[in-house]
């Protein structure tokens, strides 16, 4: 079984809400120096069996539909290892 | 005239909005999200709720119900589409209405009484209204604001498809204020406040919400 | 593999770790009598999680049954205490159900799932009753508003609160939020649910009929709330047991919607015998209560259990707390049918048992029998304390520190102050930021919620029946007396019932304590459901269920004794509620009952000079119940616009509230109301409330109020922009409403 | 400037329904080989400055109080890279 991790993020463009939160959140707790926070989605996904390429194109294909909207969203997928 | 009332897995205010279409004096017509057809309405609702917990993100798992399908197909062919809260998510994931609904800038659930001004009358779902018309409706929600890149923005502006927008203070952080918005033609309308809470006075803040549901009903009946 | 009973016979002289179990030595013995040997590792675990004071109620049942005894008669009354909820016949064939239970300490450990699975909880045990939710409620208490860790809980416990009801549909009608420093790190989340049922539809927890099948369905079994059992498990195994157990249980609200539909289908099409929630002490609770209330007994194959955590030993399986999970009794003609409906929602079904004539539970365990008991022993014959209770040696000084020597306010200007600073009070001022979090409208039958007296909630569309519902619990009046505290709190929510328009009916409670173990607070305990059943008897409303919540103490500081009562009352036609605002100018504002100089345990004692001393207002059942029965006439004949409880606050607070509602002023004098002004406007003496009457309707209501004993005081006229009271005071709408509503935001963000 | 990535996670134990619905999604769309899904979130941390072992247990710090609740989630801390 190998791990793929999907990160999703916000387009830079769109309004992060939660990131902003958090942005203004760490100086009243005395953390300086941090300029901007952007919060996303993290996705772990255990895939049985080996990783090809296909599989990877497949996991591609499910970032972009349904892990995340390309509207507001960008994505990476990479291989983590295997578990 | 029939109109179907989709209930995805999660979905709450399906009942509720099968009781503004009966008091519009239309028939309700349940839909199932596993069916793959529309049993001939004349028109079709998507209810607020939280189809499949929402989670991932609101109506992203519900976009791929199978109901959708033909759904989108009549909606490209002028069959009415209201999309009420989560209805108005899915039909953005669907890629019926532009842009996306990300969670409201103060991070909280939201449940108010919402003022709205209604700025197109030119869709099947708001024909009954006056431009400028101020209407009392509740919002509630966690996921309302409304984002799109500013050349969408401009276009919906330029074509007159901000349908409802917020007044009184944007309750979310929503681009411009839009509570709601159509599609070029004016059956596909999508809205996060709902209008199917503002039927009766007993229940609602106002009844200013029917006009949705009789708007529909002369587009398609003609009375 | 898991310990036989065979085994369990062969070796008596095996060490067990009863102890760690939270057993006590002679309940141990105890369970070996009961057995004949002594206990397999299973049963033990069993044992112990069902006589834990949590599901055997072994300190508090002695005087529980007080609510049994003193019961007034009632024919309302069709499922009383002892099954998941109570059945209230409401008339027309409609029944309720409601209840209201704690999850104080799992809220504080991790407030938001804490809450949200709070309401999961309380949801299930309504459905497990064959009744559609229909509404919650949440009575909140927390430490000092401004303190550190409140800010961590408060928002954490209503995030997780509509995190979950949201999710559901189901609306959130009313609640409270109250703050006490003897809450600090003790705060309460009470949750209350009810729902609506036809009388031919009521579901009870029994499994009869032999050959029946035994379903779990729902979510997965994983390793939730089982920090005891898991101690106990690894003692068992050679090998080093493996994965971690979650230290709290997190709540998956989609999977509860879609539990509630499957079984409202399942209800519908009539395909179950029996049903039971899975709660505390999860499999072992579910299996013993099922059995102990059929006919005969039960076989379960532990082992087909769909589980999230494969390493799971079989003791966890039985004391897991996994949520949103039922079990039903289903006959095998009808389990096709029970599981497409299962299917249908995507909600996972197994059969894991089967009722048979053995008279025994018996369990088994991938082909051994680990688990062979009589099920009453574990379900219903739990130990029984007598705890020892006194008077604590420092009531007597309490209650002689009476408010009567705290500077008052006189002058205009005083009062004004004293009025601005009331309304902005954590206690007194909106609570907005926390009910706007919830959803009020959802199922479009909400025909009252927060801020009202009470929620209200249409049952029937065609016939505009409905009910009412209220919780109130003063804790710093049951600290000065728990008797009368426990009266003032059913007495306020009947109130609070009753001048919403609807008649009361019957009572739910959560009663909230430090540990019983400790005479003190065992002696408030029992003062307490003392008094409650006491006044439920006089004013004809039985309890019908409800919870103990013990323990509730930091160190030797136990929190103010928090009885909460829940008062549901019915509503004949919706459409004649009452509600709290002020709704159009020139129509007459009147108080009902009488005020008298009582501020001990008030919130102007509280919030102005942090004292707690003296006696609480005298409770007076008689006025209450008086008061209830003008109203209800009034709401039928249609004669007042308006009406609100005095309560917390005063006078001056339910003023305050009818005016913001919706921003109609009133111009008033208190002259005739008490000696002096402060007085008027600041005791919180019972039995009162302001309503505002068209003009031409006044003498009708005056005639009817003194038909019903009720005195009546003229105060003035609805209007203007601004609250007089003349010759006193004089403030403008827009400046209560900023110092009333601007506390929260300020506190909370 | 450098970027700090936080990932937080649901500890394994701990119920996480929105990796379930995810999970139970993905065969519908025809996606099929994926045994389990774990959803969490990613926080982009833009810093100011040079990343020095200060810096980072200070991170560290905000990561476990603010930004994951260590009663049900764990954290990972790393540098990305310098943008
Ligand atoms: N936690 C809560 N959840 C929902 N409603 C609440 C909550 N706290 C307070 N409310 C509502 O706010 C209003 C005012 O509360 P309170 O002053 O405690 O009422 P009362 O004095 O009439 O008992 C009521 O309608 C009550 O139901
Ligand atoms: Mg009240």
Known sequence: MARVVVDVMLKPEILDPQGKAVAQALPRLGYDGIAAVRQGKRFELDVVGEITEERLAQIRGAAETLLSNPVIEDFTVRVEDAI | MRVGVVT??????????????????????????????????????????????????????????????????????????????????????????????????????????????????????????????????????????????????????????????YAGGNPNGSYRDIAGISNERGNVVGLMPHPEHAVEDLTGPSTDGLTFFTSALKAVVGV | MSETVKHAETTPEVQQPWRELGLKEDEYARIREILGRRPTSAELAMYSVMWSEHCSYKSSKLHLAQFGQKAPKTDALLVGIGENAGVVDIGQGWAVTFKVESHNHPSYVEPYQGAATGVGGIVRDIMSMGARPVAVMDPLRFGPADAEDT????????????????????????????????????????????????????????????????????????????????????????????????????????????????????????LVVGIQDLGGAGLSCATSELASAGDGGMTVWLDRVPLRDSSLAPEEILMSESQERMCAVVEPAKLDAFLDICAKWDVLATVIGEVDDSGRLTVQWHGDTIVDVPPRSVAHDGPVYERPFARPSWQDALQADDPSSLPRPTSGDELRATLLQMVAAPNLASKSWVTDQYD????????????????????????????????????????????AGAQLALSEAYRNVAVSGARPLAVTDCLNFGSPEDPD????????????????????????????????????????????????????????????????????????????????????????????????????????????????????????????DVSDGGLAQTLVEMVLRRGVGASVTVDDVAGDAFVALFAESVARAVVAVPADRVADLEASASSYGVPVTRLGNTGGETLVVQGVLTVAVDELRAAHEGTFPALFG
Chains 1, 4 share one sequence.
Request: contains cysteine; proline residues 5%.
């Open chain 3, 440 to 483: 009020r409208y959802v199922l479009g039958n909400t025909v009252l919620a927060q801020p009202e007296d009470a929620g209200v909630i249409r049952v029937d569309d065609e016939t505009h029946l409905g009910v009412a519902l209220a919780t109130d619990g003063n804790g710093r009046f049951a600290k000065l007396d728990p008797y």
């Open chain 3, 521 to 644: 607070v065992m002696w408030q305990f029992a003062e307490a459901t003392r008094g409650l059943a006491d006044a439920c008897l006089e004013l004809g409303v039985p309890v019908t269920g409800g919870n103990v919540s013990f323990y509730n103490q930091t160190g030797d500081a136990a929190i103010n004794p928090t009885p909460v009562v829940g008062v549901l009352g019915v509503v004949a036609d919706v459409r004649r509620r009452v509600p709290i605002g002020f709704g159009a100018a020139d129509e007459v504002v009147l108080l009902l009952g009488e005020a008298r100089d009582e501020l001990g345990g008030s919130e102007w004692a509280h919030h102005v000079h942090g004292h707690l001393g003296g006696l609480p207002p005298r409770v007076d059942l008689a006025a209450e119940k008086a008061l209830g029965a003008l109203m209800a006439a009034a709401a039928d004949d249609g004669l007042v616009t308006a009406a609100h």
């Open chain 3, 151 to 270: 800010r961590r809980v408060l928002p954490g416990v209503v995030a997780g609160i509509g995190g979950y009801g949201n999710c559901l549909g189901l609306p959130n009608i009313g609640g409270e939020v109250v703050f006490d420093p003897s809450y600090a790190g003790n705060p309460l989340v009470n949750a209350l649910c009810v729902g609506v049922v036809r009388h031919e539809d009521i579901k009870l927890a029994f499994a009869s009929g032999r050959g029946n099948l035994i379903v779990l369905f729902g979510a997965a079994t994983g390793g939730d709330g089982i920090g005891g059992v898991s101690v106990l498990a690894s003692e068992t195994f050679d090998d080093a047991h493996p994965t971690k157990r979650p230290a709290v249980q997190v709540g998956d609200p989609f999977m509860e919607k879609v539990l509630i539909e499957c079984c409202l289908e399942v209800f519908a099409a009539d």
């Open chain 2, 8 to 165: 995805f897995p999660g979905s709450l205010d399906d009942a509720d909005a099968r009781r503004a279409v009966r008091l519009a004096g239309a028939e309700p017509v349940a839909l199932w999200h596993a069916d793959a057809d529309l049993h001939g309405v004349d028109a079709v609702v998507l209810p607020g709720g939280f189809s499949y917990g929402d989670y991932l993100r609101c109506g992203a798992i519900a976009r791929f119900a199978p109901v959708m399908e033909p759904l989108v197909e009549a909606a490209h062919g002028g069959l009415p589409v209201l999309g009420i809260c989560n209805g108005f998510q899915v039909l953005c994931e669907s890629h019926l209405l532009p842009g996306a609904l990300i969670r409201n800038d103060h991070r909280k659930f939201n449940c108010v009484d919402q003022a709205l001004v209604v700025e197109s009358t030119a869709t099947v779902w708001t024909s009954g209204y006056a431009t400028g018309q101020r209407i009392v409706v509740p919002l509630k929600n966690g996921e309302g604001g409304y984002v799109a890149d500013e050349k969408t923005l401009d276009g919906l502006e330029a074509e007159g498809r901000v349908v409802v927008r």
